[in-house]
């Protein structure tokens, strides 16, 4: 029998497994408080455990905890992107982002995507495979480990669709934002997706408080179809509608995600248009300047673009900032230093 990953399970699903390996009930409460809130690396060391009942551990379950591979801190902003290794050779990269609020974690949430955006370095491979609940979680552990600071925001917005990989996802936000676990606050975490319009339908009768991210990029479908193959299947108008479904169900803000590239979607008519698509709706716009990836031919909008981009928006009653852009000069991009990981021929096991 394949052995269960004993971080990924609830601890309601952790009470059942002693019930049946004969231990007693609090010994469940003993381990998920190692493992979510101590955040061991180990059953090795759960010191207040008896060694039979750890060496039983070792030996149905198995254990998640990525080793880093590498740490690159920015020397302009202090954030720092790590490279995980999982159990079976792949690389994960996180980042942890200092703000004035609070610390923050963006994850990846699958090995690779299969989702195609043009701009996108993550993508150019295509999916590998699907991320564990217990391999998200543990990204903002080891970071948090390795920082010696608390995590107080997380967006999954790295590597990966988080709703390509919905059931997994679900359970690491029910894990995250457990009492007895870290207890990240709902409202704390982010969701970002370039808009599986059926999946997000389903998370909003989840009635979850996380904000739910909308990689738009582009006003019309047109357009949005040059730069983003998923644009095919959903078009802008179930995408609005989907998202005024989100806020009726949870009461929660949309963020609208707009990557700028210059002289593709950063011009005055392209900001008028993304006004009058989203005016009245209860929402927030990022802009951020495209990253420039080497195996991707966009480039970014100059700094008078991005700002004249956001006037634009205010002007028309839409709440949009600019985001500050952190990293730069670590990769910062999502899959970027995965694939500099790669193609140096370096591997995880190795
Ligand atoms: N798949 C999800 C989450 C991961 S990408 C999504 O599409 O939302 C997180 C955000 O970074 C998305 O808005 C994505 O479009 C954007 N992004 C990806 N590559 C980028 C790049 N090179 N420059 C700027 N933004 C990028």
Redesign the pocket.
Known sequence: MEKKDIKSLTLAELKTEMEEMGQKPFRAKQLYEWMHRKLARGFDEMTNLPLAMREQCGVSYTYTALPIVAVQESAVDGTKKYLFALEDGNVVESVWMRYKHGNSVCISSQVG?R?G?R????TIDGLVRNLTPAEMLDQIYAITRETGERVSNVV???????LDNYENLLRFLTLLTDENGLHISQRSVTV???GLVPKMRELAQEKLQITL?L?L?AATDEKRREIMPIADRYSLAELMEVCGDYFAQTGRRITF?Y?LVRDVNDTREDAETLAALIRGMNCHVNL?P????RERAYVQSDRRAVEAFAETLQRKGVNATVRRELGRDIDG??GQLRRRFLEDGKRADT
């Not at 701009?119 to 993550?122: I, K, P, Q």
């Not at 999954?156 to 988080?162: A, K, N, R």
């Open positions: 995507c989702m955006c701009f996108c370095a993550s999954v917005m790295g590597s990966g669709e988080p970002s997706t370039c991210a990689s990029h995600e990557s951020i495209v990253n420039p990836v991009a999502c």
